[in-house]
């Protein structure tokens, strides 16, 4: 009933651009602060962006900044994640979650960017 589920990923070369998303269904999307998230094999979850629900300030960590964009679409009750100049290090399975009182996680997305 209560679920998030990425879409967006798939196979990209070094400099282009992919625009995730993470689209609710059972709760309202702008009642949470949303977060993005990344996790390459062999290596630590990390956090990426994320949006927050009371005043829509957004956070980049410092290896996507300036590459990637948070947005909302309140209507659609989706978040997106637009990336840009994408590079060999962004590979991962991206994530999203929201959080409130609760927190629910998405499956995840995978994102490969390759020569």
């Known amino acids: 009933q209560l679920q998030l589920v990425e879409s967006g990923g798939g196979l990209v070369q070094p400099g282009g651009s992919l625009r995730l998303s993470c689209a609710a269904s059972?709760?309202?999307?702008?009642?949470?602060?949303i977060g993005w998230f990344r996790q390459a094999p062999g290596k630590e979850r990390e956090g990426i962006s994320c949006?927050?629900?009371?005043?829509?300030?957004?956070y980049y960590a410092n290896s996507v900044k300036g590459r990637f964009t948070i947005s909302r679409d309140n209507a659609k009750n989706t978040v997106y994640l637009q990336m840009n100049s994408l590079k060999p290090e962004d590979t991962a399975i991206y994530f999203c979650?929201?959080?409130?009182?609760?927190?629910?996680w998405g499956q995840g997305t995978q994102v490969t960017v390759s020569s």
């Open positions: 949006i927050s629900s009371s005043d829509g300030s957004t």
């Open positions: 059972g709760f309202t999307l702008e009642d949470y602060s």
């Open positions: 979650n929201a959080r409130a009182v609760s927190t629910y």
